[in-house]
């Protein structure tokens, strides 16, 4: 027998070949099993349940909602209808010239820094809820309003948020952080110890609604709850500047649930960021930047 026939009659022998008219089949029916289960997972089910969202899965206009594991669709909008009423147009402004309006805007926000030393001074508590309500003005996805402030004064409160934010970023700068994260931190001259949390008259923990509720207590979708929350910081920020406060944004990395607990806050509401409020130290220094020029930051159509 030759080389080629010896080739032959060993494949012929194998069991692939010999077992060929049993594999077929069961891969043909693996595939059927298969395409029913995806038809009736996601097309062909009469079920009016939505399928669960993953954590790193975006669907067009929702933002992931957290603990909303399906809803059921409700054909009434969850905000009440209304008529629509007539709208002038913007009519407090800073100033009746336009220009100087916007000169003026650009002048207060610009003189705004991050402060990181703090003064014991007091602070009239109203103003900065004043300018609270001035944030709650932000648009959100489908008027949601998906924001809770948390507004903390009580010393021992904030000394107890600086030793749960100070033990964590103790462990985030030794371990968590990259070295080039780090290393990009240095001119900043931050580290662990966050001291202008007991020193800031006031910290307001800005918290995001994953998801509401309706009249009858059901759940209730929050439509981009992150981007409208993180508007009203800007809005809150701006605010707080007009009114001649400092504030510092802050971003404590692994101490949402443990702050959530403390404020008894419920499990719908993830924190978003924490700002320290009040007047900087006398001897506050802050970091001789720059920022970009207008036409670094835009780019003009016409």
């Known amino acids: 027998m030759g080389f080629i026939e010896e080739i032959i009659h060993s494949v012929d022998k194998s069991l692939i070949v010999n077992c060929w008219k ?50 059921e669709f409700d054909p009434t909008p969850v905000l009440e209808e209304k008529e629509h009423i007539p709208f002038k147009g913007a009519t407090v402004t800073l100033d009746s010239n336009p220009r100087k309006a916007a000169d003026q805007f650009y002048e207060i926000v610009n ?47 904030k000394e107890e ?41 006031c910290l307001i923990l800005i918290f995001k609604q994953t998801y509401g509720f309706k009249a009858d207590g059901s759940k209730k979708q929050h439509y981009y709850n992150e981007i409208s929350t993180s508007i009203a910081v800007g809005i809150l920020l701006c605010a707080l500047q007009a009114a001649g406060l400092n504030s510092l944004v802050t971003t404590p990395l692994n101490c949402g649930p443990a702050l959530r607990n403390l404020l008894g806050r419920p499990v719908n509401e993830k924190l978003l960021v924490l700002l320290p409020v009040g ?7 802050v970091p001789d930047l720059k920022r970009k020029s207008l036409d670094q930051i835009s780019i003009k159509y016409k």
């Open 22 to 71: 049993y594999i077929f089949p069961i891969l043909v029916v693996c595939y059927l099993i298969i395409f029913l289960y995806d038809k009736h997972l996601y097309g062909g089910g009469k079920s009016k349940k939505v399928p669960v969202v993953e954590s790193k899965q975006k669907l067009d206009g929702i933002e992931y909602v957290g603990e909303i594991e399906s809803y």
């Open 111 to 157: 003189d705004r820094r991050s402060v990181r030393s703090f003064s014991t001074r007091p602070i009239d508590i109203t103003v900065v809820e004043k300018c609270l309500h001035a944030a709650g003005t932000s648009p959100s996805g489908a008027h949601t309003e998906p924001w809770t402030f948390c507004l903390v004064t009580k010393q021992t409160l």
């Open 161 to 201: 948020i600086r030793e749960i934010i100070e033990a964590e970023e103790f462990v985030n700068y030794q371990q968590r952080m990259s070295k080039q994260w780090t290393t990009d931190l240095k001119p900043l001259r931050t580290n662990h110890v966050k001291k202008y949390l007991s020193d800031a008259p």
């Open 279 to 285: 007047y900087a130290a006398e001897d506050c220094t």
